[in-house]
């Protein structure tokens, strides 16, 4: 063997060893960047957890036992008094009367807010119009202010046309907040679409409301369905509106929870609290956890509110 | 003729809600609210000009003092604890991990829930008895203090948490779309360099993502300064008044105190604090476009 065969071969068994040591690094950081992101994962699910095995509880363990053991006996009668008979310190109806206010805030007024920024997005992304862009300023830094803001201006407003304290005082409040942020989604979707689709159309002739309604349109399915994930999730969890402008009568369901939870002298019920919220919480997390993408698109989109 | 004009007004009248809800809404409202804000208002609106009356009345009241300073310690709280987990976090994710979705799922569902919801929540699970930190006391582990919520000193750290795990994951999207966006010959280069991943990170990937911190700061700090329903589920701004914040200062006093001049002073300060961050973030943005366009003329 010459001396160069046996550098070689020391060179050899140092990049292998090299290599080894490389790899085995390697999997460690693995092993450790999957151990973070499980450990953090788990910290976020464990609310939820938390929340889930309370709900089913009696108050007698949850008493006595740790708030992480899952429940020894499974008992749903804390579901059925959240959903139709806990009390906020007035009533004692559940959150039910609360979800089904919620149902009737939501869907027109998400209705109205599609149709609403369908409409502007487009007049901001494609007509001539005067000031558009000085009123395009405008609604994206009215979404930038709290909303405590607009109540009470918009509040004498309802009481001038006498519509304060009615459920069109919440629809019209919810479009007020929530159009702005659509027509910048749809806004953006149109200037991104090929000029030639438009410019094709106007030779043909089309006109103002033609454009949108004939060839426009019907290419926007995906970014409307981004925008009504959007505007269901912000009007569902919203407080606010429901509180100031639709008196007791259309309290939506957050308010409805917050009334049931913090009305409580004493001992709090614990357990139907927790179905409470759950309950409160189970349309949007189940819009998010179906809709995935859609939902975080229009998140960045609309990060600004809620 | 009739057809020309229809047509051309057609434009207005699809327009005119948004128009509407800008100068009257918006800009109406704004203006209304800063001149009340000069006035005398009580329960009702006056319209006689009193000057700065409402806000040295403001400035002089403890609990706007009290709810203002909370305001910037939550923000502060709040906006360095996110970016530092969302940071890591993204960049674990960043790692070509198997089940992705899975985590950032994860991660983004508290966003997906109403503030009511998680201040109700963490009300719970930082109980004084059964909560959390009496877990952690109970196995020996006892730097949390349970009695969290009812310490005046310590509160405001359980709406600090309460936010972070609410938004936490809306910044690893934001920073994880930006490491995305990441040459990836720069990490090529690396390699071949030998440079050692986590010496990338600190000295030239993380000064890329500039942008995104800026990005997610702002929303969080738009964030902090609407907070409301969060604070009235979890703490309901006590003990005492050790967790008021402005909005809360500016609900009560429209809708309890009757006292709208002081209520619409409150609204014109959160205003100007929102400018001002409003600008300084468009100038920090501005400034890292102009260097990054300065970078690419000089190469």
Same mark, same amino acid.
């Given at each position: 063997m010459t001396t160069d065969d046996t550098a070689e071969l020391a060179g050899a068994s140092i990049a292998a060893h090299t290599k080894s040591t490389r790899l085995r690094r390697r999997a460690v950081a693995k092993a450790i960047t999957y151990a973070f992101l499980t450990l953090w994962a788990a910290a976020f699910l464990l609310p939820l957890y938390v929340m889930l095995v309370t709900s089913f509880k009696s108050m007698d363990e949850i008493r006595g036992g740790s708030m992480l053991a899952l429940p020894q006996v499974f008992d749903p009668s804390p579901w059925v008094i959240a959903w139709s008979s806990a009390c906020t310190g007035i009533e004692c109806g559940g959150v039910r009367v609360g979800f089904?206010?919620?149902?009737?805030?939501?869907?027109?007024?998400? +209705?109205?807010?599609?149709?609403?920024?369908?409409? @502007?997005?487009?007049?901001?992304?494609? @007509?001539?119009? +005067?000031?558009?862009?000085?009123?395009?300023i405008a609604l994206m830094f009215g979404t930038f202010?709290?909303?405590?803001?607009?109540?009470?201006?918009?509040?004498?407003?309802?009481?001038?046309?006498?519509?304060?304290?009615?459920?069109?005082?919440?629809?019209?409040?919810?479009i007020f907040f929530c159009?702005?942020?659509?027509?910048?989604?749809?806004?953006?979707?149109?200037? @991104?679409?090929?000029?030639?689709?438009?410019?094709?159309?106007?030779?043909?002739? +089309?006109?103002?409301?033609?454009?949108?309604?004939?060839?426009?349109?019907?290419?926007?399915g995906p970014i409307a369905a981004v925008a009504a994930i959007l505007n269901v999730t912000l009007i569902w969890n919203n407080f606010l509106v429901g509180l100031v402008f639709g008196g007791r009568e259309w309290f939506p369901m957050t308010v409805q929870l917050n009334n049931i939870v913090?009305?409580?002298?004493?001992?709090?019920?614990?357990?139907?609290?927790?179905?409470?919220?759950?309950?409160?919480? +189970?349309?949007?997390?189940?819009?998010?956890?179906?809709?995935?993408?859609?939902?975080?698109?229009?998140i960045s989109a609309g990060a600004v509110k809620g | 003729m009739l057809d020309r004009a229809i047509t051309r007004t057609t434009p207005y009248i699809a327009m005119l809600p948004a128009y509407a809800a800008a100068f009257v809404g918006?800009?109406?409202?704004?203006?209304? &609210?800063?001149?009340?804000?000069?006035? *005398?208002?009580?329960?009702?609106?006056?319209?006689?000009l009193v000057g700065t009356y409402q806000y040295e009345r403001l400035f002089q009241t403890t609990r706007w003092l009290?709810?203002?300073?909370? &305001?910037?310690?939550?923000?502060?709280?709040?906006?360095?604890?996110?970016? *530092?987990?969302?940071?890591?976090l993204a960049i674990a994710l960043d790692q070509h991990v198997s089940g992705e979705s899975v985590f950032r799922t994860i991660f983004l569902y508290p966003y997906a829930m109403s503030l009511v919801v998680t201040g109700i929540a963490w009300q719970w699970l930082l109980n004084p008895q059964h909560g959390l930190a009496a877990i952690l006391e109970g196995i020996g582990l006892d730097f949390f203090d349970s009695n969290i919520l009812n310490r005046p000193d310590l509160a405001l750290w359980a709406i600090v948490i309460a936010c972070v795990w609410q938004g936490a994951g809306l910044t690893v999207v934001i920073i994880l779309s930006a490491l995305r966006s990441v040459d990836n010959d720069l990490w090529r280069i690396a390699k071949v360099e030998g440079i050692p991943a986590w010496r990338m990170y600190v000295?030239?990937?993380?000064? &890329?993502?500039?942008? *995104?911190?800026?990005?997610?700061?702002?929303? &969080?700090?738009?964030?902090?300064?609407?907070?409301?329903? #969060?604070?009235?589920? #979890?703490t309901g701004g006590g003990p005492g008044i050790s967790t008021e914040v402005p909005t809360k200062f500016i609900m009560d006093y429209l809708f309890q105190r009757g006292n709208i001049g002081l209520a619409a002073a409150a609204c014109v300060t959160l205003l100007a604090i929102i400018a001002v961050c409003g600008l300084v973030f468009l100038m920090l943005r501005n400034r890292v476009a102009l260097n990054r366009g300065l970078d690419r003329s000089a190469s």
């Open positions: 089904w206010n919620s149902v009737v805030t939501v869907v027109p007024a998400v +209705a109205g807010t599609l149709a609403l920024g369908l409409v @502007s997005g487009y007049g901001f992304a494609l @007509s001539r119009l +005067a000031l558009r862009k000085v009123v395009f202010l709290p909303w405590q803001f607009f109540v009470f201006p918009l509040g004498r407003i309802y009481s001038a046309v006498g519509i304060y304290g009615s459920l069109w005082a919440i629809w019209i409040t919810h159009m702005p942020i659509t027509a910048l989604l749809f806004k953006n979707y149109f200037e @991104s679409l090929p000029a030639e689709i438009i410019k094709a159309a106007r030779v043909d002739g +089309a006109g103002f409301l033609q454009l949108l309604w004939y060839v426009l349109l019907p290419m926007s913090n009305s409580q002298l004493g001992e709090k019920a614990y357990n139907v609290n927790m179905a409470a919220t759950i309950l409160t919480a +189970a349309v949007p997390l189940a819009i998010y956890f179906f809709s995935g993408r859609w939902f975080i698109r229009g | 918006y800009l109406g409202s704004i203006g209304w &609210m800063i001149y009340i804000s000069f006035t *005398a208002s009580k329960s009702l609106p006056k319209y006689e009290i709810s203002l300073e909370n &305001m910037f310690l939550i923000a502060v709280g709040v906006i360095a604890l996110t970016l *530092a987990l969302g940071t890591l000295s030239v990937v993380l000064p &890329m993502l500039r942008p *995104a911190f800026y990005t997610a700061s702002f929303l &969080m700090l738009l964030g902090v300064v609407s907070l409301y329903e #969060l604070v009235l589920a #979890l």
